[in-house]
């Protein structure tokens, strides 16, 4: 059943793509939420109506939980959630930064089962069900072998909300110095994705959400990658 957990989540990331794509040759329509860095497109609306409205039709029993608050959690008793983020990378698609993708996953209570990334101006696809392993466009990945972090490439973000109040700068400053070099590139799922990929060596960041993460942190598992807290708990 897993398996086509999986496939739905691929196809419904896969069209979702399509609409992110297309909304990038429009005009653009932005909405703050609450500050000036914390933007909402039509893009992302567009995109996540699309996605709770597929996944609803497949799966009238599971609750859904999206960035943007279309999700219905009106099945919150449900054993299954899926966790969307229609456009990870907002600010990115809002600047023609090509860097951002369509990420969705499924979880039995706190067991992650199946995850989709996928970035569409690329056309990469990243999946891993579980205990299955994780794919990039259709070929086995695992994480990088890499153990030492002088030679390590990483990757990092910062919270739209409370950015001077973060810790993140320090580690920031930390890493750069003592690592090859720490990259920032606004969206937490491609990070991940690439992490479990082997193009980054290690990630970190504060003040996520459960959509941010949740198909991320499959894929690095599923790659046999280590997701912690920062106390180092599992």
């Not at 970035?119 to 259709?138: I, Q």
């Not at 590139?185 to 996520?208: C, H, I, K, P």
């Amino acid at each position: 059943m897993t398996k086509n957990y999986l496939d739905v989540a691929i196809e419904i990331a896969q069209e979702a793509g399509k609409i992110l794509v297309e909304e990038l040759s429009r005009p653009l329509n932005i909405v703050y939420k609450g500050n000036e860095v914390d933007l909402v497109t039509q893009a992302d609306k567009r995109s996540e109506r699309f996605i709770v409205e597929r996944l609803t039709k497949y799966f009238p029993d599971h609750a859904i939980a999206a960035e943007e608050g279309t999700g219905h959690e009106s099945a919150s008793d449900s054993d299954f959630r899926w966790h969307v983020d229609p456009l990870d990378g907002t600010t990115n698609f809002a600047h023609g930064y090509p860097c951002f993708c369509v990420s969705i996953a499924l979880a039995r209570r706190d067991t992650l089962l199946a995850a989709a990334v996928f970035n569409p101006l690329h056309n990469e696809l990243f999946t891993a069900a579980r205990g299955e392993g994780a794919t990039f466009n259709g070929k086995k990945i695992r994480v990088s072998k890499v153990t030492t972090l002088s030679t390590s490439l990483l990757c990092t973000g910062f919270p739209v909300r409370n950015r001077k109040a973060s810790p993140n700068l320090q580690y920031y400053g930390d890493f750069t110095q003592h690592s090859h070099g720490v990259r920032r590139d606004g969206s937490a799922a491609l990070d991940l994705a690439s992490v479990a990929a082997s193009r980054f060596d290690g990630f970190w960041e504060f003040g996520l959400q459960k959509w941010d993460t949740a198909a991320g942190v499959l894929l690095v598992e599923e790659a046999g990658g280590k997701v912690s807290d920062f106390a180092g708990n599992p």
